[in-house]
């Protein structure tokens, strides 16, 4: 039997980025795993918390590892023919009695969100999963030409989209937090600097007629002069909320006019495809992977300063509330490219194609 080893520590924090996509990984490769099995001789070993053993259900294998022994992972003592880490910055370096090791690369962000030595550290320990790896994939294409320009390498490679959850369905079993304006635009991110948050609270001052609700962890130095701008300025027309469930993120999805995203560095971009999936309109940057997400479906701020993101909001929610039907269904449609069985289905022909190499 051909034993593949899959990293899913991240499953036990199921509503961050890499933890959701070690959730949707595992759970679809279980529901094939007896079928894959049968075809072409294939066991799949998940390392996982102490905690999570059985998350995937009872055709896949488990090694459960505490957090205090991940370090040592390396050693463990399995013959696989192909180690999968599923994001790059994972604690285990390799699996170093497996053939063939795949990486997945998601983003390389800390080239320019760290400086000096953080920088440095950052730059060297990638450079190593590099150099320690078989093979890659990307998450986008951006991703792909990013690391080929910051890191030179000749890895295989492929790029395969995430694929992102319907959230419509979720949507109609949840309230809008209460407090909230009939009528709003949405914003939700991690409320770092990155997200240029602090643009949409200029820009709503050119919008005194529209609302925007603002949801994310509020917590950080960032998050705090945002905070604090909105109080001095006195913008009635901007409301916050914490870190919201997925539930509520659903409704709050459904309920709000677009969702504003003007983010200076994404590897992906998941609220916009989450918003498009419910025939949402989207306002991105021109920046990084999102015109690749976006597609020809989204809307753009060609230049990020408040005033003329504004004057950008006002002409393309006309052109979207005359026609909102057309704009809804291309929104849904660009969507649908970000498939979780899709998805899945490509890491298994990767799977394949590595291990019979």
């Not at 199921?14 to 099995?37: D, I, N, V, W």
């Not at 905690?51 to 205090?68: D, L, Q, R």
């Not at 001052?205 to 300025?233: C, T």
Request: proline share 6%.
């Amino acid at each position: 039997m051909k034993k593949i080893v899959i990293d899913s520590f991240p499953i036990s924090t199921p509503y961050m980025g890499f933890g959701e996509f070690c959730r949707q990984l595992g759970e679809r490769l279980s529901k094939q795993a007896a079928e894959l099995r049968a075809r072409h001789g294939i066991e799949f070993y998940f390392i996982v918390p102490p905690g999570s053993k059985g998350c995937f259900g009872n055709e896949v294998h488990y090694i459960c590892i505490p957090a205090s022994l991940r370090r040592a992972l390396p050693f463990y003592p399995i013959r696989a023919d192909l180690f999968h880490q599923p994001y790059q910055n994972s604690r285990t370096k390799r699996l170093l009695f497996a053939r063939k090791q795949l990486l997945t690369i998601h983003d390389i962000n800390f080239i320019y969100e760290k400086k000096g030595k953080r920088l440095q550290r950052a730059t060297r320990r990638f450079r190593q999963k590099l150099d320690q790896s078989d093979y890659v994939n990307y998450i986008t294409q951006f991703v792909r030409e990013d690391v080929e320009q910051h890191f030179p390498n000749r890895l295989p490679g492929k790029v395969i989209h995430n694929g992102v959850t319907d959230l419509s369905g979720l949507a109609k079993g949840c309230a809008l937090p209460a407090g909230l304006p009939e009528s709003f635009f949405f914003h939700i991110s991690s409320l770092m600097r990155k997200k240029n948050v602090h643009l949409l609270v200029e820009m709503m001052k050119f919008l005194p007629d529209q609302n925007l609700v603002i949801a994310g962890n509020w917590s950080g130095d960032y998050a705090s002069m945002l905070r604090q701008r909105i109080k001095e300025k006195n913008f009635r027309n901007i409301y916050i909320l914490p870190n919201v469930t997925e539930a509520e993120k659903a409704a709050l999805y459904a309920g709000c006019r677009a969702l504003f995203f003007p983010s200076l560095c994404e590897g992906f971009g998941l609220p916009p495809v989450e918003a498009m999936k419910l025939g949402k309109p989207v306002f991105l940057s021109t920046l990084t992977s999102l015109p690749e997400i976006g597609g020809e479906a989204a809307f753009y701020w060609d230049e990020l300063s408040p005033e003329p993101m504004a004057e950008t909001v006002r002409k393309q929610m006309a052109a979207f509330d005359a026609a909102p039907a057309g704009y809804g269904n291309a929104l849904k449609q660009n969507a649908a490219r970000f498939d979780w069985e899709d998805c899945v289905t490509q890491y298994i022909r990767y799977y394949l194609e590595i291990i019979k190499s």
